[in-house]
């Protein structure tokens, strides 16, 4: 009985030590949110690939990829993002080798204190003293005075223009009419319908599918919004959109995070769920149509601003 605990203790503490992991954390000092740092997982044999668990919300997986070692086994380089402040613990891993037969691999646990990016109390700008008055500054209404001056000057100008003879005007080429490009909410409402009429989810590809519209959504916020929503995870877009109060922002994060589940958590979502996503991502963009039919009218007089 002995001799056979013995060699079960043997055999376990021999399997604890084939594992041989080595990790190393590249950049992770005085991290803040948003920043990037690398892992560096080595082990005596091929690494191939790296489980990132559907739980992990903390810290955002970038990437990762396999670098070839001429002097050794192949090993693995993950960029890992911070989303939260405060101290934070990152998981163990789960590590693949390229050999199915050595089993999987697991990282050891770490703790990162993340820097908040901006104290807890400042919450409002304020001015840091009271307005001065500069040398030489004239009063309110001199500067009124000056530009109604400066209209009536200009609009005598176009009144008492002397007129060019049309004879001038014609033989020469007209000039080419400037192209207006669309606006974000039509070229997005484009891509939409292209991408529905490939058909993807009827060939089994909701991967990708899904992919496309979360590309359209992050295309329109960018274009609309001026952020670069394209290289951001969902995470800081909803962080961004919190603060510069885009239209029914949680809905936006909500589809956004619809996608993820389907890109990176491996769910098959229903027709049903998708037709719903699509239709919703439709009437949202078409809302901006029609605000901006609104702030047409209102422009030349034809209804309430």
Not at 96 to 109: V, Y
């Amino acid at each position: 009985m002995k001799k056979l605990l013995g060699l079960l203790i043997a055999l376990w503490m021999g399997l604890l030590g084939a594992e041989g992991l080595d990790q190393k954390l590249v950049g992770a000092d005085d991290l803040s949110v948003g920043d990037r740092f690398v892992l560096e997982i080595r082990a005596e044999t091929d690494l191939k690939s790296v489980v990132v668990p559907d739980t992990l919300t903390v810290f955002h997986i970038r990437g990762w990829e396999v670098i070839e070692d001429r002097l050794g086994a192949n090993w693995l380089k993950v960029v890992i993002v911070p989303l939260f402040p405060g101290s934070h613990s990152f998981p163990s891993l789960e590590v693949k080798p390229a050999d199915p037969a050595a089993g999987p691999l697991f990282i050891d646990r770490f703790r990162l204190n993340i820097i908040p990016v901006r104290a807890e109390a400042d919450t409002l700008l304020v001015d840091i003293k009271p307005l001065e008055k500069y040398p030489f500054q004239l009063p309110w209404w001199v500067y009124l005075l000056l530009v109604a001056l400066a209209a009536a000057g200009m609009l005598f100008v176009i009144l008492y223009k002397p007129r060019v003879a049309k004879s001038a005007e014609t033989d020469g080429e007209k000039p080419p009419v400037p192209i207006v490009p669309d606006p974000a909410w039509k070229m997005a409402l484009s891509s939409l319908d292209a991408l529905i009429a490939e058909e993807l989810m009827y060939h089994g590809e909701h991967k990708l599918h899904h992919y496309r519209l979360s590309e359209i959504m992050r295309q329109f916020l960018e274009r609309k919004y001026r952020f670069s929503a394209l290289e951001m995870s969902t995470s800081e877009i909803d962080w961004v959109t919190r603060r510069i109060r885009v239209d029914s922002a949680l809905e936006v994060v909500a589809f956004l995070q619809h996608c993820d589940r389907v890109k990176f958590a491996k769910y098959t979502p229903s027709w049903e769920e998708t037709q719903a996503a699509e239709d919703w991502l439709r009437g949202w963009l078409r809302s901006f149509e029609v605000e901006e039919a609104r702030l047409k009218i209102a422009s030349v007089g034809g209804g309430d601003a």
